[in-house]
T-cell receptor, first 113, second 111 residues
Framework: EAQVTQNPRYLITVTGKKLTVTCSQNMNHEYMSWYRQDPGLGLRQIYYSMNVEVTDKGDVPEGYKVSRKEKRNFPLILESPSPNQTSLYFC????????????FGSGTQLSVL | QKEVEQNSGPLSVPEGAIASLNCTYSDRGSQSFFWYRQYSGKSPELIMSIYSNGDKEDGRFTAQLNKASQYVSLLIRDSQPSDSATYLCAVWASGTYKYIFGTGTRLKVLA
């Protein structure tokens, strides 16, 4: 089954404690992306990657890191989380043809205390 | 100016009516346009994609694209209470590899 697997589903942490949210896709997609979703602000792109070792900033990259060492994996790293990073996070992937849809993970609800 | 703009709503329509959702975008290099539906706390799911000017129909849904006006719309015919959700407009600009979403329009279909 084609899917994007994102873990964990829920995460509560404290300010400053490094964390990683994992994302893996089994569709051999070139493109992967991270979004955060906050009430009234919609889905905002954090980082995206067009292929292995190729990443670029989205609209809200501050406080986040990513890596793309393998085509299937695209982890999101928060080295020193702060309360303003409390949000719902989605990982997504797609091919590079113009009409390809985004496949989404099930989301990670992060709370930073 | 936001890259993709939508009216946040809520847009309320009676059951059986036509719901009309609108979206404008700022990047003229945008090539593909998408409508996603999202229920609260769930992942977005694709409803329609369109990349040529004009209309594209799929069941009760019609997407309309006007590149000259930088405008995309989604019509939902015979609206059902199960259509109540947030509808997200998204734009793919192949030159920048950005896949940008609007803030979404909340639709309420009243039984």
């Amino acid at each position: 089954e084609a899917q994007v697997t994102q873990n964990p589903r829920y995460l509560i942490t404290v300010t400053g404690k490094k964390l990683t949210v994992t994302c893996s896709q089994n569709m051999n997609h070139e493109y992967m992306s991270w979004y955060r979703q906050d009430p009234g602000l919609g889905l905002r792109q954090i980082y995206y990657s067009m292929n292995v070792e190729v990443t670029d900033k989205g609209d809200v990259p501050e406080g986040y890191k990513v890596s793309r060492k393998e085509k299937r994996n695209f982890p999101l790293i928060l080295e020193s989380p702060s309360p303003n990073q409390t949000s719902l996070y989605f990982c997504a992937s797609r091919g590079l043809d113009r009409d390809e849809k985004l496949f989404f993970g099930s989301g990670t609800q992060l709370s930073v205390l | 100016q936001k890259e993709v703009e939508q009216n946040s709503g809520p847009l309320s329509v009676p059951e059986g009516a036509i719901a009309s959702l609108n979206c404008t975008y700022s990047d003229r290099g945008s090539q593909s346009f998408f409508w996603y539906r999202q229920y609260s706390g769930k992942s977005p799911e694709l409803i329609m994609s369109i990349y040529s000017n004009g209309d594209k129909e799929d069941g009760r849904f019609t997407a309309q694209l006007n590149k000259a006006s930088q405008y995309v719309s989604l019509l939902i015919r015979d609206s059902q209470p199960s259509d109540s959700a947030t509808y997200l407009c998204a734009v793919w600009a192949s030159g920048t590899y950005k896949y940008i979403f609007g803030t979404g329009t909340r639709l309420k279909v009243l039984a």
